[in-house]
């Protein structure tokens, strides 16, 4: 049985930094397409980052140059590095592994995807 369990929200002063962790079990990481989503209350759901199994990366328009996926196969753990925050990014963080489907139709809607519960994000001063 998949599981993933995100960690490392909070509140933080706009402009500052968060490292969300997402521990996964019941899967090999290294093997594995893995992303990060976020939603808003009353917002769509929006796909973050995505990192595939060979190395490839995407990230939203609204956060490149300031949050950065990586993942540490050894520990099956992935994380996303978030700096230079606004308000604009609250929002709860899910991290997000696929079971099927494409690489594009995963990194832009999430489906066919194992989901975890998701750590909440709050920039505000």
């Known amino acids: 049985q998949v599981q993933l369990v995100e960690s490392g929200g909070g509140l933080v002063q706009p402009g500052g930094a968060l490292r969300l962790s997402c521990a996964a079990s019941?899967?090999?990481?290294?093997?594995?397409?893995v992303g990060w989503f976020r939603q808003a209350p009353g917002k769509e759901r929006e796909g973050v980052s995505c990192?595939?199994?060979?190395?490839?990366?995407t990230y939203a328009n609204s956060v490149k140059g300031r949050f950065t996926i990586s993942r540490d196969n050894d520990k099956n753990t992935v994380y996303l590095e978030m700096n230079s925050l606004k308000p604009e990014d609250t929002a709860a963080y899910y991290c997000?592994?696929?079971?099927?489907?494409?690489?594009?139709?995963?990194?832009?809607?999430?489906?066919?995807?194992?989901w975890g519960q998701g750590t909440q994000v709050t920039v505000s001063s």
């Open positions: 019941g899967l090999t990481l290294r093997y594995s397409h």
């Open positions: 990192s595939s199994s060979d190395g490839s990366t």
């Open positions: 997000v592994t696929p079971y099927g489907g494409t690489w594009s139709s995963f990194c832009t809607t999430g489906i066919k995807s194992y």
